[in-house]
Each structure stands twice: as C-alpha cells, then as structure tokens.
C-alpha cells in the first residue's frame, strides 16, 4: 500500500519536472522489494549493476540502512525515505527526503488582527 502511493507520487513528480523542462531526461526505474531487507539489497544491486542507475531511492529505514553500503561502495547517489536523522551518518551519499513535523517543523508566526 505504502509502496502504490510512493510510486504514485513519484510519478506525478516526473511528469511535472519533464512538463517543466522539456530537455531533461530521467527515466523512472521501480524495483520492489515488498517490504522485505534482503530484497532491497537484491534490487539495489540489479539497479546499481545492470540498470547503470545514477541514484536509488528507498523507502523504509531498514532498507536504507542495508542499501547504503551498496551505494557507498558504488558512489550513487542515495534518497531515503526515512524519520530516522541518523541515516545520513551511514554515507555521504545518503540524502533523506522525509519531512518529520513533529520534531522539525517551524511554528510559522502569523501577526494577530485586532
């Protein structure tokens, strides 16, 4: 279910970025790995190995962190759906792409009419 929604939404993202710039070209690669560590790895290394893919983007914390060596190791660029901050320690080529509200959003300071 998770998984639907992300590629949805990443989808949407693709086609409103080539709209946009006519002259940009990605192509969208989706490995899934139903929610399972070990096929995370599988895909990141079919992705990385035989697809030649310049980034990988992985959607839980668990596969993140079994994917970032793999990534590290080839120097791809690494986007991480994840809550957890610490990822980012685990390569410089890991980029968290997770927004937590509760911890790291800004109260936006409205002036009060009278």
Excluded: C
């Excluded at 895909?43 to 970032?68: F, G, M, P, R």
């Amino acid at each position: 279910m998770i998984g639907e929604g992300e590629r949805k939404g990443l989808a949407l993202a693709l086609e409103e970025l080539k709209r946009n710039n006519p002259k940009v070209s990605i192509t969208l690669i989706i490995e899934d790995f139903k929610s399972e560590t070990k096929n995370a790895v599988t895909a990141a290394n079919k992705l990385i190995n035989i697809d030649k893919v310049h980034s990988i983007i992985t959607s839980t914390t668990a596969a993140a962190e079994a994917v970032s060596p793999i990534t590290d190791k080839n120097k791809v660029i690494h986007f991480v759906i994840s809550p957890d901050v610490e990822i980012l320690n685990q390569s410089i080529y890991n980029y968290r792409i997770y927004y937590n509200f509760r911890t790291e959003a800004v109260p936006e300071v409205r002036p009060r009419s009278g």
